[in-house]
């Protein structure tokens, strides 16, 4: 007993003498009368007694509570006479040294300490109250009694027993009054490791964790938090092996999902990250670095890229959510980096999560009711979709998954929530992610004989909720495969790659994430190791750096100016989808919505706070390629009769009228899409004249900022082209109106 009390004045001192009498007195308004205490301030005012405090815990807090009654007994009176004791008590928060694991580093050398896990919640069970202490009336003596329940879980002392009293010691009967008697909130979590800490090839470990009085419904399935508690074994649940389950009896809870988007950055690392922002190549460069060891596939980078960016998320007044989130879809032959760049996602990503379309089922990327073994309670059960939210979900194999499991990820893919309504339990959960799926065509290789959408295979309703979706084909042309070849090759080649040096700095620039040294913006990859940056790529860890400061810091507004355009490049897209067979995705109202994602992910690289013009054109110049892709061209031209060459290259090669073969025009290569673009333009300038003719020189200004831009010899080739169809009159530099 004396040790307790002393116990309690060295707590009383500590209160006093660091400060924490204003916070005392701040927890009596509160509904959670719980004071929490840092470890440093402990740590400072006594290291010894810290020390003794996190090794057995049992024995220092109930005096720490007594002594925070006590204090709060002395400022009101009144307060302990109408709150339950059991509200008032210590939470646990600052550095814990080696005490700070994970679910999976929870070892025995830890029992009966106090610890601070972290992970992410995947299961919640219902909140049930439990008896603190029960009040019974004799009505033969005409008194009362009350009697106190602890259990394996309490830290005031050995646990009692769980029967209430029916006769008083007299033998007089006893009758319980309900209402007079205390009760506690209780809540069980499951918290798993998180899933990108996991070593590899092995399955996430969990522990069960109890929460009660004013820590339960704190969190739900999906939150990451960092939880300190007691590390304790609950001799209860013995087996016959001798083995006891374990559970965390929760002491504080902390959310520290935003603490890791918002990161830290060291002052130099923000002046690289805004000196390359001011770049026009920046997007570019950072494209080029992403996945550096596969070869080509510029757009599909590049789009990759703005996914991690993202758009802007939007609430509206009225509820409505609109999504920020960029969905993209990868089709195409095996064997064409389709998993690869998903990889490298994962990768590069401050939060994402991978599973496989044979390897899930639609509750499993949702979310899932589960019932307990031991207390027979429904509990929810958090898929992939939902512990990704504000990350990134990444699905291979998308397009062996059942019908049945992907109309459940509908809602996710749009609403970006998960509605559950089944076992009596009616929850909806968040799952604010983005999908970066991977899938093969329906005959296992793309045929470019049939249109797309038989290759795809997919329905109009799933496809319109992927913002992109990429046909990425294996070419057989002689200089493609040479170069891809020698893009290989100088891969495992000696003094190709990455040499070690810039190689060991780029993963310890990645593993500072407290900001202490500056991140190198660059990786040589010669093999004398030049310090020509131009020659360079961007190292992993600054664009993950890039991407956080990016997607946390910049939150662009939409111009008139882009909203206009916009407005005018979508009516466009609409019209050009009406006269073209070879579209791969649907283009609806959530094209517009699309258009405007992209250009804010455009916007956010270029780390400007307007989206303009520029970034419209550039999202559309994406956008054009994933529906109007050039592999695409085959099934239009084969349309209008005029395949060439059996549908290799998907261009023709036209002479201009009045010309001899041989003459400059000869041999120039038009694409349908090229096309589509000077017959926008011209409709444009026509609505917009009140002239029946518009000069040719007035035309080329309008298509200054296509990407490639026209040279003067396609734009010839192409009205010449327009002529023949009768859909233009070209003479003498103007072109009249049909």
């Known amino acids: 007993m004396g040790e307790i009390n002393q116990h309690k004045r060295v707590f009383l001192d500590f209160i006093d003498q660091q400060g924490y009498m204003d916070e005392v007195h701040s927890i009596i308004g509160k509904h959670d009368k719980r004071l929490v205490m840092d470890l440093n301030h402990l740590r400072t005012f006594d290291p010894e007694l810290t020390s003794s405090f996190m090794r057995r815990p049992d024995e220092y807090l109930p005096p720490f509570e007594d002594a925070l009654r006590e204090v709060l007994s002395q400022h009101n009176p009144t307060l302990m006479k109408t709150q339950p004791a059991h509200r008032f008590r210590i939470g646990v928060e600052g550095n814990f040294g080696s005490h700070h694991v994970s679910p999976r580093e929870l070892g025995a050398h830890l029992l009966n300490a106090l610890v601070c896990v972290e992970g992410i919640v995947t299961k919640c069970s219902q909140v049930r109250p439990k008896v603190v202490k029960s009040e ?180 509206l007044a009225n509820g409505t959510h609109l999504r920020g989130d960029i969905n993209i879809l990868l089709l195409g032959d095996p064997s064409t980096a389709k998993s690869q760049l998903l990889r490298f996602v ?16 639609g509750v499993g990327l949702t979310a899932a009711v589960t019932t307990d073994e031991e207390t027979g309670d429904r509990r929810l059960e958090a898929g992939a979709m939902v512990l990704a939210d504000r990350g990134v979900c990444c699905i291979d194999e998308f397009d062996k998954m059942t019908d049945a499991d ?213 999202a559309m110049q994406i956008l054009n390629f994933a529906i109007f892709s050039d592999n695409m061209m085959a099934v239009d031209l084969k349309h209008d009769g005029r395949e060439d060459d059996g549908g290799k290259r998907h261009r023709e090669n036209y002479t201009a009228p009045g010309r001899q073969e041989g003459e400059s025009l000869a041999g120039v290569l038009v694409v349908q899409e090229r096309k589509a673009l000077v017959m926008s333009a011209l409709d444009r300038l026509f609505v917009n004249s009140l002239d029946e003719e518009v000069p040719r020189s007035t035309l080329q200004h309008q298509l200054n900022g296509t990407l490639p831009p026209f040279t003067e010899l396609e734009l010839e080739t192409v009205l010449h082209r327009l002529e023949e169809d009768n859909v233009i009159m070209y003479r003498d530099g103007a072109i009249h109106r049909i």
């Open 136 to 315: 019974h009336y004799c009505p033969a003596t005409n008194r009362f009694a009350s009697r106190e329940y602890r259990d394996n879980t309490n830290v005031n002392g050995p646990a009692t027993g769980a029967t209430f009293p029916t006769k008083d010691p007299d033998g007089n009967p006893l009758q319980i009054e309900f209402g007079m008697s205390e009760y506690m909130d209780h809540q069980m979590l499951s918290l798993q490791e998180m899933p990108e800490r996991a070593p590899p090839g092995q399955l996430p470990r969990s522990i069960e964790v109890l929460l009660e009085g004013g820590l339960v419904d704190q969190c739900k399935p999906g939150d990451r938090v960092a939880l300190s508690g007691i590390h304790r074994a609950l001799p209860g649940k013995a087996s016959a092996s001798g083995m006891f389950m374990t559970v965390v009896l929760g002491n504080h809870l902390r959310h520290f999902s935003k603490e890791l988007q918002q990161g830290s950055f060291h002052e130099q690392d923000i002046a690289n990250i805004k000196r390359l922002g001011k770049r026009l190549d920046c997007i570019q460069l950072m494209s080029r670095s992403l996945a550096p060891s596969i070869f080509g596939h510029e757009f599909e980078k590049t789009a990759l890229l703005l996914m991690l960016l993202g758009g802007c998320e939007r609430n």
């Open 346 to 361: 994962l990768r590069i990503a401050p939060l994402a999560l991978s599973t496989t379309g044979r390897g899930s089922s």
């Open 406 to 618: 992907r109309v459940a990820i509908h809602e996710v893919m749009e609403q970006q929530t998960v509605t559950i309504s089944k076992a009596g339990i009616h929850a909806s959960l968040n799952a604010r992610c983005a999908v970066a799926a991977a899938a093969n065509p329906v005959y296992g290789q793309y045929d470019p004989s049939r249109p797309p959408m038989h290759n795809i295979g997919l329905p109009d309703s799933l496809l319109s909720r992927f913002d992109l979706l990429f046909v990425v084909l294996d070419k057989k042309e002689p200089e493609s495969d040479r170069r891809i070849s020698k893009h290989v090759l100088r891969q495992h080649s000696a003094g190709g790659g990455v040499n070690s040096v810039a190689g060991a700095i780029d993963e310890l620039g990645a593993s500072d994430s407290a900001g202490r040294l500056p991140t190198p913006v660059f990786v040589e990859t010669d093999n004398e190791g030049a310090a020509n940056a131009e020659g360079s790529r961007l190292s992993t860890a600054f664009i993950k750096k890039y991407i956080r400061f990016a997607k946390v810091r910049i939150n662009p507004k939409l111009t008139a100016e882009a909203a206009n355009r916009i407005t005018t490049l979508y009516a466009d897209l609409r019209a050009k989808v009406d006269s073209s067979h070879g579209r791969t995705l649907p283009v609806t109202a959530r094209t517009l919505e699309t258009i405007i994602r992209l250009s804010s992910a455009h916007a956010k690289a270029h780390l400007r706070n307007l989206v303009t013009e520029e970034d419209a054109e550039a």
